[in-house]
């Protein structure tokens, strides 16, 4: 039995409500219970958190040590400017797998670099929502081969 942490950082509480035709019309609630539903079918657990302050996202990564098995992590717009969420994953001995919703290599440049990419064990991007059930099923997988904590 493991423990998948999921993050959400700025504005993915708006989902549903936010750009609908870049986002989709699903709310984070609706991500938060499929990948909760998925991940506790297999017998594991979910804890989700969303903040739209990059302290509060750093402190829930720290938390994370030694209590969680994997994270899934979509930093919002913390993933093109947070050289501190990148030092707070580095800190801490978990997988992390940053998921984005749209495809940001197809929109603005400022989008196209990820900070965080490079100290992440990989990243989803541009397959909608279903981003983060592909994460939660990287672990689920990694697990079932006995390579994960999970
Ligand atoms: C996002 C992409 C980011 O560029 C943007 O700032 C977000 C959402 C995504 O899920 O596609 O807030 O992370």
Same mark, same amino acid.
């Given at each position: ?7 959400? +950082? %700025?504005?993915?509480?708006?989902? #549903?409500?936010?750009?609908?035709? /870049? ?9 938060? !219970?499929? /990948? ?6 297999? #017998? ?30 979509? %930093? ?19 997988? /992390? ?6 495809? /940001?290599?197809?929109?603005?440049? &400022? ?5 965080? =990419? %490079?100290?992440? =064990? #990989? ?6 929502? !279903? +981003?983060?059930?592909?994460? =939660?099923?990287? &672990? ?5 081969? +006995?390579? +994960? !904590?999970?």
């Amino acid at each position: 039995m493991g423990n998948i942490l999921l993050l959400n +950082g %700025p504005n993915l509480n708006r989902l #549903g409500k936010r750009e609908p035709d /870049v986002y989709g019309h699903e709310t984070l609630e609706d991500v938060v !219970k499929s /990948v909760e539903e998925t991940l506790n079918r297999a #017998g594991h657990s979910l804890t989700a958190h969303q903040s739209n302050h990059e302290g509060q996202l750093i402190e829930w990564i720290h938390e994370a040590e030694g209590v969680v098995d994997g994270i899934i992590f979509n %930093p919002g717009a913390y993933t093109h400017t947070s050289i501190a969420l990148r030092d707070a994953i580095s800190s801490i001995n978990i997988p /992390v797998v940053e998921v984005h919703i749209s495809n /940001v290599h197809a929109r603005e440049e &400022f989008r196209h670099t990820s900070i965080l =990419a %490079p100290v992440c =064990a #990989g990243q989803i991007v541009g397959l909608g929502i !279903k +981003g983060y059930q592909l994460a =939660a099923a990287y &672990f689920l997988q990694l697990s079932a081969e +006995g390579r +994960g !904590k999970v």
